[in-house]
Structure formats: C-alpha cells, structure tokens
C-alpha cells in the first residue's frame, strides 16, 4: 500500500471514532429534569453523568436498549441479540399513566405483548434508582430526592400536630 | 298498697265501685281506685321506686345525652365491636326471655291445655313487654333510629336474615297486641273487641308459632353471617338458628316462673284466688316442659360439637367457660326441674327457673359479647352503655308493673252486667273472693 | 271455636301455602357463582414493593374529603402505634378509609401492608344488609347508600376483613365509612383510584381483574423465589377485586390464612331456605295439632261418663 492511501484509511478511521463517539455523547444527556409531579414535588435534577461513571454499561439502568446489551438472566433468552432502540429515555416505554382506561383496553386486547406487568414511568425511575442506592449510601428517603412545594406539604398534612384523634381505633 | 289493703281498700277490679255502685271512670281505673293522694302516698312508700327513681335519674339524661351527641359518648366506638350491650342484652336477650307468648298460647289455644290459663295472660304480657323493649333497645341502638321503618317501607334487602327479624317482629308485636288487648278491652268495657279476637284467637296463634319460630332462629342465623369471628364453641354453621330457637323454649316458659313468682311475693294483692291457687301446679307444668326443652338443648348443642369435631376445644379455657355455661345454665336447672317434679316441690322449680334465666343469658351475651372477636381482644362495655341498659331495663319493669296493677291480667275482671259469651275463656274463678282476702291468703302459702 | 272460623282460617292457610309454592322460579344462582362482571376491574397489592411512604392514605385522605390527621402522612412513627392492650394495629375507622401497617417477620426485612375493603365479589356486607344500602358496579367497586341506611351496623359484624367503620361522634347523619375504590370520583370515569395513581412504587396495579390475576402470576414466576406462590382474594371468600402478593407468608403481615372459598352468604343461605318451608308447613301442622287436641263432641270419653251418670241421679 502506497503512503498516501494508509494515510487516508488513517484519516476515516479517526473520522468514524471521533464522528462515532461524538454521535454518543451527542445523545447522552449531562442532567435529565424530571418534574412530571410538578404541582407537588419540586422537580428533581438528575444527574446524568455523574451516574454513567458508576454502571458498568448502559443496561445497568437501560435493559437491552443499547448497544451494550444486557446480561440481566431474565431478558438475554429473548433480548441477546436485539438492536439498539431509537431511544433509550426511561419513558419511551414506560409511560407516565400506565393506568388510564385506554392502555388498560389497549394490554387487554394485545395478547401477544409478552411484558403485561410492564411498570410505569414513576415505578420504572423508582425501582431503578432506589436498588443501588440502597446498596451505595445513595439517597433514599422521599425527601432526600423531593422537595415538596407548597401544595406538597397540604397533601401530607405536614402541619398536623397530633393533637386529634389519630385514624386506628 | 300493703298499708292501704290493711285499711279495706279494694283495687279496681270491675266497671262499677263495689261500695257506692257508681261506675268507675278511666281516671280512677288508672288510679286503681285510689285517689290521687292515696295512690302517691303508696308509690312513695315503696322503697323499690325509690331505686327505679335512681336508676331514671341517672339514666334518662344519659339517654337523652346519646340522642343529642351520637352513639360515641356513650359507647367505645368500636369498629371492631359495633354490636355492645344495646343489642347483645336488649335483642339477643329480652326476645328469647319473650317466647312465653307463643309458648303459653300454643299451649292453651292449640292444644288446648286450659289448665294453663291462670297464667297464660301473663304469659301473653310477658312476651308483648319483652318484644316491644328489644324494639326499644334497638331504638337507642341504632345509627338512625328515625329509619326504623325504612326495612318495611322504603327500601329492600330480603336476602338478609335481618330484614327477616325485621318484619317478623313488626308483625310478632301485632299479633301480641291484639293477644293481650282481650285484657284491654275487657278493662274498657269494650267487649265487642275482645269477641273478635277471640273468633281469630287460634289464627293469631298459629301466626305467632311461625312468626317465633322464624325470628328466635334468626337471630342465631345473625352470627351465621361472622363464622370466623365467634368461638367455635358456640358457633355451629349448619345449627346455630336451631340453638336458638330451642332455648328459646325453656328461657320463654322459666320468664314465667319468675315474673309469676316475683309477682307472688311482691303484688299478690292483685292476684285472685284464681291465678294464687293454680300458680303452684302451673310452674311444676312449665318446669316440666322446660327441663324437656332443656335437655333437649344440651343434646344438640353437644351434637353441634361433634358434627364439627370440635371435641379438642373443651381442653382450652375457652372450653372450660362453655362447660360451666352448659353445667350451670343447662344441667343445672335440668337437675333442679327433675327433683321438683318428682317430689313436687315448686320452690326447686322456682330455683331451677332463675338459673335457666341466667344460663340464656349468659349464652347469648357469650355469643354476642364476649366469645365475639374471641381472636381479637377482648372488649368491655362502656360504662354508660350498661347505665343505659340497666335504665331502659328498669322503664321496662315499670311499664310492666304499670300493666299488671290494672289490666286484668292476674285477676279477673268482674263482668256483672255483660252476658258470657261462648268464646269467653274459661277463667272466670268461681267464687268472687275480693283481693285483700286472696291477699291475706297468700301470706300462708310458700 | 266456633266451626265457621275454622274452616275459613284453614282455607286462608292453604290459599297462603299456594301462593308460596306457585311464586315464578327464577333462574337459580348459587353462592360463590359469581366472579365478578367480566369487565370488573381490580387492584393487585403487591406487598414487596411496598415501602410504608403512605402517599396511598394521603391521597384518599384528600380524594374522600376525610378530616385532617392527628399526624403528617409522612411520619413513620404510626408503624409503632398499638391499641388494645398492645394487641392491635392500626385499622381503618372513620376518617382513615385505609392504612398501612409494617410487619416483622423474622428473616426478613420489614414488610409493611396496605389495607382498605377489598371490593369482594360477593360481599358478607351487601348480603347482610336489609335495607340494600351496598351495590357492586360493574366496574368492580362495592359502594355504600347513606340515604337509606338505618345504621343497625350488621355488615360491620358480617364483613370477614373488619373493614366497615362507622361515624359514632355523628350523632344526626352518621353512615359506614369504607373505601368505595373512588367509584363516584374516578372509576366510573375509567380512571385509577386515588392511591393506585399517586403510589411512587408502582405497589398497586390497577386493571381488569381477570388481567391482574394473569399478571400476578407471571409475576410470580418470573421472579423465583420473591413471592409466596399464592394470590390472596383470586378464590377467598368468593373473590375480591383487591388482591394480594406476598413475599412472606400471609398470616405473618396480618391476614386470615383461611377464610375459605365460599362468600359469607353461603353461611346464611341454608337458614333462608328453611323459611319458606316454616311459612307453609307449620300452619298445616299446628292446626292439625289443634284438631287433634280439641274434643270432638259426641266422641268424649269424660264427657259420656258424666252423662252417664248425671242420667244416672
């Protein structure tokens, strides 16, 4: 091979890493705001690469979505050798209200959708989020995550002071 | 009353005032014949009004105080405990203590024992008193008791056992009344009234036969609706109505004995020669039936027990508390009946009757009360709760005595200017002995 | 008696025996048939998800207009509460439609329980009641009448699970107090209750009951080894549309392990047969009694003794 063209299979290589690696951290994002629950909770900042250094790969908290597949027992003997998702954002499948009457009629009638217990957007940040953390010294009280507003502290009764008859007996 | 008889004054006991041979008025029926003064002054020296007066003075403004600020004052507010005393005495009590109307009237109209009749009046009064008060103590019981009606008028539940008491009680209490208002009307004067009954007398009976037998074995179907909440022991699925409804028997015929024996000792003064001269015989029959009732009773109880293998449950301290109901509530009196019988001796019989009082009472307090939740905790009512029950048991003992002293219901009622019908009972006592002697009579008998 | 009334009375009994034996048969339906409306929805409670916050009291709390708490809906320390001697929980009353209670079973992490009436299939509560005051929609909920009932409080005494409270300190409108699955608010308009949608864990699954029961079990086995294989209410007591998971065995986070299978009215349903039986045998038996009790005149044995000898004098 003549200089010239090992230069130039040089020159793309680096192009497709740099272009490759530069598509990846393009979609990634630095913070996610999650404020679905806004009347009440003030939203909460969730930093996104700062938690990209502790998984070992995206499917720690993506599945199979990604390109770096999983190794969860329960999803390989379907999900080995699925491809990448358009998207991996958490509610691009778990959806904000898993319970409203037409997703319910929806589930009903799909028989073949193998993921009937598929939780919704709120359980899916929960569940994900609540295991490590609990594992790690990460935050684990509601409040610890959820600031309330205004609104929040009225629904919790957070004034109340014990003073009436407390709902048991 | 004891003061004014030794005085010569004779209580009402006919339309017409036997010394000026005018007519008595409604007023001076009411006062037995006495005049106000009179009748205050015996009222007053009874020391037995002045412990209902105490009782009322205490109890009414508790009543009144449930009625203006909730049930919650006056009971623990249980959520797991909703049924106390109101009801666990004044329904699950008082109706099978009531049975005597249906009891005694069976007896006399259907088979036609009228060698019962002395008695079967009171009886009668017995089973109307003891009805119209479970329908007071549900009226202080109840949420709303302004919706009473509601089951009969407003709106349909007939798969429950409870719209069965319901309307079977609305409709026992007719038939009671117009039972007992052949007294009524014979205290008025009014004897069209009384004939009419008498021509529907066997019908009325008949009803109060099925209406009783229906509603003392629904109230045991009641606790068929809590299986796992009540004891084993004294729970049986497929035999708890039938429990019921057969000490039902001997609680209605042993009331009997008792209210007739208080009334011996504390009001013979109203008795005739009539109701005191056949009273003895009378309870040794009662006592007879009732020891069949009751042996009969422990014979199916102990069957329950075995048809679902509870044998096991006699080891535990719950065990232990029902054998000593069965031992002194059932065998007991058993025994007591026996040997009174036997030997004719009415004042075992009497005993025997008391206890059997107790031992229903002790049943139905254990099933409602106190085996209840037996899983749970256990619960004790509310002081006030048992106030209030003691009050409206000592209102209803007033309006008893209230009855007794007027309508001819221990004595009869002297007919001179009415011809005798043939639907007239056969109770008329042949010689007309005025009370004060039927009373000083007494004093000698046991 | 005189001989007219007694042939009326006899022919009024049997006219009444007739009409009770020629009453329409409807169609049959035994107790413990009926699963529910096939569309009825229904709530799996999965108690290993669950982690005691009590947003669920909260949000019933507001969604039902229940009175202000003694304590805020995030404090813990109600997990501690005792009553009766140290014997009970906290249970629902008056203002607390439900509630959530911790368990400890040994070797294992605590386990905390939410419980409110579970919308039976064949409810002790409706079938106790005289005045009809409970219906189950169609949609699955067990809802409660205050117009017509006379608070004689049967269905508290009836109900298997202890759940019916009653207003006590009302003392002109009091009515039972219970979870009615948010019928009015949302169900009926095809949304979740108020404590499916607010429970951040996802503990309470909201759909079609025959669906949930599909779910739960895929659940179960999808997961080896995290649950109790057992879906509590799919068969108790005739079914209920709030069911339970559980990663302990259920009698140790405060359920009866065995209620059975048979709805509450089938206890009661044998009395009730008797009744029509009582209402048209016993008139026939006790006249017929009577009959043979009372004297036929002219066949008396005392009667012509003392003729006899009253021919005699």
Known sequence: MSFKKIYALLITMLAVALLGSMATAADMPDRVILDSMSEMFEAVEFDHTMHTEFGEDCSACHHHTTGTGTTDDRCVSCHATSDEVATVACRDCHIEAPFSSEHINQKSLDVYTFHIDRPGLKAAYHWNCLGCHEQMDGPTECEDCHTRTARGDAFYHINATGSSAEGGH | ?446 | MSGISRRRFLAASIAGCAATTLAVPKKALASGAFSGYPDSMGVLVDLSRCIGCRSCEAACNEEQNLPAPALPFNDKSVFDQTFHGGTQKRRTDENAYTVVNRYNPEGSEPVYRKFQCNHCAEPACLSSCFVNAYTKTPEGAVIYNKNVCVGCRTCMVACPFHVPAYSYSSAFDPAIKKCIFCHETRLKNGLPPACVDICPQEALTFGKRKDLIKIANQRIQTNPGRYINHIYGENELGGTSWMYLSPVPFEEVGFDPNPGNEPIISHVKDFLSTVPMVLAIWPALFVGFHLLAKKQDGHDHDAEKQHEEEGAE
């Open chain 2, 1 to 446: 009353m004891k003061h004014l008889l030794e005085y010569g004054i004779e209580p009402v006991d006919s339309h017409v005032n036997q010394k000026t041979d005018k007519s008595w008025s409604i007023k001076d029926k009411l006062l037995l014949g006495l005049t106000p003064g009179q009748y205050l002054g015996q009222a007053l020296r009874n020391p037995f009004n002045w412990i209902l007066a105490i009782i009322l003075a205490v109890g009414l403004p508790l009543i009144a105080y449930r009625y203006f600020y909730g049930l919650g004052v006056v009971t623990h507010s249980s959520n797991d405990y909703p049924w106390g005393l109101f009801l666990g005495f004044g329904l699950f009590c008082m109706v099978p203590l009531s049975a005597s109307g249906f009891m005694l009237g069976t007896a006399v109209e259907i088979f036609g024992r009228h060698d019962f009749e002395p008695i079967e009046r009171l009886a009668l009064l017995n089973g109307l008193l003891g009805y119209f008060f479970a329908v007071v103590y549900l009226l202080v019981d109840l949420g709303q008791p302004w919706r009473l009606p509601y089951p009969m008028f407003v709106s349909f539940g007939p798969a429950a056992v409870l719209f069965l008491v319901a309307w079977h009680v609305a409709t026992y209490l007719s038939v009671q009344v117009a039972e007992v208002s052949v007294a009524f009307f014979e205290w008025i004067g009014w004897l069209g009234g009384k004939r009419f009954i008498r021509r529907i007398a066997v019908g009325l009976t008949v009803s109060g036969i099925i209406l009783s037998t229906l509603h003392q074995g629904a109230l045991g179907a009641l606790f068929n609706y809590a299986p796992g909440k009540i004891h084993p022991l004294w729970y049986s699925a497929p035999f708890q109505w039938i429990h019921f409804f057969v000490s039902a028997i001997p609680a209605g015929l042993c009331m009997v004995i008792v209210v007739s024996t208080i009334i011996k000792k504390t009001m013979a003064w109203r008795c005739d020669e009539n109701y005191l001269d056949n009273l003895d015989r009378c309870t040794l029959g009662l006592a007879k039936g009732a020891s069949l009732a009751l042996i009969t009773y422990l014979v199916i109880k102990f069957i329950g027990v075995a048809h679902d293998n509870e044998w096991a449950y006699l080891a535990t301290g719950w065990g232990a508390w029902f054998l000593l109901e069965m031992a002194i509530g059932v065998v007991l009196p058993i025994i007591l009946f026996a040997y009174a019988v036997r030997h004719q001796v009415v004042k075992v019989a009497r005993w025997g009757a008391a206890i059997t009082v107790f031992g229903i009472v002790l049943n139905r307090l254990n099933t409602a009360l106190i085996t209840f939740n037996w899983q749970l905790y256990q619960e004790i009512p509310h002081l006030f709760e048992v106030i209030i029950a003691v009050t409206l048991f000592a209102i209803y003992v007033i309006v008893y005595r209230f009855l007794l002293y007027r309508l001819p219901i221990l004595y009869s009622w002297k007919e001179q200017t009415e011809v005798a019908f043939s639907t007239e009972p056969v109770s008329a006592s042949p010689t007309r002995t005025i009370p004060s002697q039927a009373y000083n009579m007494s004093r000698n008998i046991d």
